[in-house]
């Protein structure tokens, strides 16, 4: 067997959503009435993205996972996915590992692998996916108003503190808060109905990804406004909570969370209360939008925290 | 400068065809009216496809026009892309070289690039392509009839006569041949328009990037049907059709051709003559295809032609 029959057996399902799938030029896919077409790509290359020695079922949940979060933070429902590979070498037990963790998202989710492309190569994988939302209901990043709330959902921090252990740059995690961890880092859980929900209510989103302070600059930045944060504030894992300061970096810029940060205006405290209960996600209130630029994070006293300067960012 | 700001200032510019471009977390673009979107995704590994020390602006060149060419094969025309970048470390007057590849082949072709993703790795791309055909009017390969003429577009086996040079494989090519073979392989020029001709000819297509024989077989299998290709019928450049014995593997299964292979009725053969001079691109009628199955190569004899067993297959 050769990695593309490898890769046909393992990666060709039914594709009923689509015009047409995997096998010929190019898929052909329909949009719905009414709807634009999402789309966006993510690279992930081992030893930057992952470890060599990840289980590739994992890797394979990840891989959709990171790009279905862009269709969470977009209010789009996705529909379709391409994925282009490059492996080192053919090894059927890894091909079927990923597969499984892969068409069990795209499953839960309604998603269909439509394309892709197969070469030999250094481990990088490379997920397109497509998604659909009523034209003009897209949650973007540039409509952040002053006065908005900011909001996050879930908890941030637990990807990163799983990091930093297996780097050994955190060494005091009890075994059970670095399982938990450990399972946030490796299989990230898209917020696709919550961002579905969103999108009459938020005035911007995004995904948290690179950690929520960088990002949250970007809806700044494309909104022509300011924010803060309150450090207090933010959805954090118990054990890190106990030790908020100590691990403010992790928490407020730590990256892999692949929670929705969105604002939205003081009217719809109560619509999100009901989202929350709705979705079976946490939302909570961090900050506001202030007129201005640039963004602060604040301390219990309200003094700005200065994340940087403490040298916090392990991974700077 | 870090590698992010060097990809933002080269790689992105105006998008007036989408309705949201680069810069959130997915580009929206809205499909017109009556169309069915066509997408595919190609990934280029370094050593692998392309040389090391391949010049940046034929590598631009040629990562958008392997893709163009899936759309051509679609009969769809190209619209957005989105392009995946693993780069091993910034280096602007690279990344300043493969945009202006890039980006001047796509504005010969209308296409706008609406999003993708750069982190540090091996040398690694991946360009996802999408364009428009009719609902109904795509070029598939499942559509060939016994009886139909088998046609190929342009001249084989140029490129891979200079990837045999380059290999030492081939050794006795003039300068001059070389040259011109050497431009084949690094900046192939997509049948965009001649695709589009033929929505309303052909009965199936494809592009020939791995090599014509086995490429045909595709065609040949999803449309249930067999198919016989003239070896002296293939057009190729006059230096190798002088030893077409000696590099009919070069001819018939080199690979990295994009040319568009089709078949049509023989009714068809003065509209795909007018066709021809409409898109200013030689057309040869190669063979035909026959009730049964599976694909053969004959001399000028009638007699099959045995590719493989002759040992003039150099990349096998």
């Known amino acids: 067997m050769n990695e593309f029959e490898l890769i046909r057996r393992h990666f060709t399902r039914a594709t009923p959503q689509a015009?047409?799938?995997?096998g010929d030029d190019a898929?052909?896919?329909?949009?719905?009435?009414?709807?634009?077409?999402?789309?966006?790509?993510?690279?992930?290359?081992?030893?930057?993205?992952?470890?060599?020695?990840?289980?590739?079922?994992?890797?394979?949940?990840?891989?959709?996972?990171?790009?279905?979060?862009?269709?969470?933070?977009?209010g789009a429902a996705p529909r379709w996915a391409l994925l282009?590979?490059?492996?080192?070498?053919?090894?059927?037990?890894?091909?079927?590992?990923?597969?499984?963790?892969?068409?069990?998202?795209?499953?839960?989710?309604?998603?269909?692998?439509?394309?892709g492309d197969t070469t030999c190569g250094p481990l990088t994988l490379s997920v397109t996916i497509m998604g659909e939302a009523p034209q003009g209901m897209a949650l973007r990043r540039s409509g952040a108003q002053p006065g908005d709330d900011i909001w996050v959902s879930g908890r941030l921090g637990e990807a990163a503190l799983a990091l930093a252990c297996r780097l050994g740059r955190v060494k005091d995690v009890p075994q059970d808060v670095l399982d938990e961890c450990l399972l946030r880092l490796e299989r990230p859980e898209p917020r696709v109905g919550l961002g579905l929900a969103l999108?009459?209510?938020?005035?911007?989103?995004?995904?948290?990804?690179?950690?929520?302070m960088g990002d949250l600059e970007h809806i700044l930045a494309a909104s022509g406004v300011g924010g803060e944060i309150e450090l207090e504030a933010l959805p954090t894992h118990p054990w890190l909570a106990a030790r908020r300061g100590?691990?403010?970096?992790?928490?407020?810029?730590g990256g892999d969370d692949y929670e929705l940060c969105f604002t939205a205006p003081a009217s719809a405290r109560e619509a999100l209360a009901g989202i929350a209960a709705q979705c079976d996600v946490?939302?909570?209130?961090?900050?506001?939008?202030?007129?201005?630029?640039?963004?602060?994070?604040?301390?219990?006293?309200?003094?700005a925290f200065p994340l940087d300067k403490k040298g916090y960012d392990h991974f700077a």
């Open 27 to 74: 898929a052909i896919i329909q949009v719905a009435p009414g709807c634009a077409l999402h789309v966006s790509v993510d690279m992930l290359v081992q030893g930057r993205h992952f470890f060599a020695d990840v289980d590739p079922v994992s890797l394979g949940h990840k891989a959709l996972a990171v790009n279905l979060s862009d269709m969470a933070a977009m």
């Open 199 to 212: 999108r009459t209510v938020a005035h911007a989103a995004l995904d948290v990804s690179d950690g929520l």
């Open 84 to 115: 282009a590979l490059a492996l080192p070498q053919v090894d059927e037990a890894w091909a079927a590992g990923f597969a499984r963790g892969f068409f069990d998202l795209a499953a839960r989710f309604g998603v269909e692998l439509v394309g």
């Open 19 to 22: 015009v047409l799938g995997v």
């Open 282 to 303: 946490a939302l909570s209130r961090i900050g506001r939008i202030k007129a201005g630029s640039g963004t602060c994070l604040l301390d219990k006293d309200g003094r």
């Open 246 to 253: 100590e691990h403010a970096a992790l928490i407020a810029a």
